[in-house]
């Protein structure tokens, strides 16, 4: 019975995640079905506004990040079963930013509006393949393993968790982190930047930044081969002319 209830926890916050996900598309994309998105009229003053929406992109930052440390994840498992950390961790982001969505507050101002058709067609095709992408690199890496659904079925199956084997397949051969390049490309392109949107696109920009170095340092410690790996390929701008020291191992 404690097996199924985990695994139902499980399939839960994946589900709460998954909706999440969807609603934030439309949520930057400002989708006019949605009750609330990044964009509208401002209700209250802009320095009331922009404390509100810095503080709330703040807690999702520091919840994302704490949560996803070893030694956080050490100590949080002695409250909750091991399997279920993934999936906890998942329903948290989500629920950090589904209060996000419902407390944000528009700041108005424009700072581009693109109103050439071509333009406009290559920035929504852009913010497209931004949310494509990030969607695409979680399947890379085992998607059902990075939103805990992989951990909650193998314990109803009682079988022994066991960490994936560092590989780098599809995009992660151009960049470290094409997950973390999908994210900029869909809060970055848009044909119109409202002042609360650059907040939220430059914040998040910075967020990701930070949290690539602290992921990293958590990855040379997992795995060894990470050293060479981060050496030869880029963080987030792929190069397509191969570096010297791997033209030289070919030419050996």
């Not at 498992?77 to 999936?87: F, G, V």
């Not at 494509?132 to 992989?150: E, K, M, P, Q």
């Not at 022994?160 to 982190?177: D, E």
């Amino acid at each position: 019975m404690k097996r199924l209830s985990i695994f139902l926890y499980g399939i839960g916050s994946y589900a709460v995640f998954f909706a999440t996900f969807l609603y934030a598309i439309g949520f930057v994309g400002n989708l006019p079905m949605l009750p609330r998105t990044i964009d509208g009229a401002p209700q209250m003053p802009f320095g009331n506004a922009l404390v509100i929406d810095v503080l709330l992109l703040a807690v999702f930052a520091i919840q994302h990040s704490v949560m996803a440390r070893p030694a956080f994840k050490a100590q949080w498992t002695r409250i909750i079963p091991e399997a279920a950390e993934r999936s906890t961790y998942v329903l948290f982001s989500s629920l950090a930013l589904i209060a996000l969505f419902y407390f944000w507050q528009p700041l108005g101002g424009v700072i581009w509006e693109i109103e050439n058709r071509s333009g406009r067609l290559l920035l929504n095709a852009g913010f497209g393949f931004g949310w494509a992408l990030v969607l695409y690199s979680t399947f890379l890496i085992n998607h059902f393993d990075l939103f805990g659904l992989r951990q909650v079925w193998l314990q109803l199956l009682g079988k022994p968790y066991t960490s994936l084997p560092f590989k780098t397949p599809g995009a992660y051969k151009l960049v470290r982190h094409p997950l973390y390049l999908g994210w900029f490309f869909a809060f970055w392109c848009t044909p119109h930047m409202s002042a609360t949107h650059l907040l939220f696109a430059l914040v998040t920009s910075v967020y990701i930044l930070v949290a690539i170095l602290f992921e990293e340092h958590d990855l040379l410690k997992a795995h060894p081969q990470y050293h060479g790996y981060r050496q030869r390929v880029p963080m987030l701008l792929p190069r397509f002319k191969k570096p010297a020291a791997a033209e030289t191992e070919e030419a050996a």
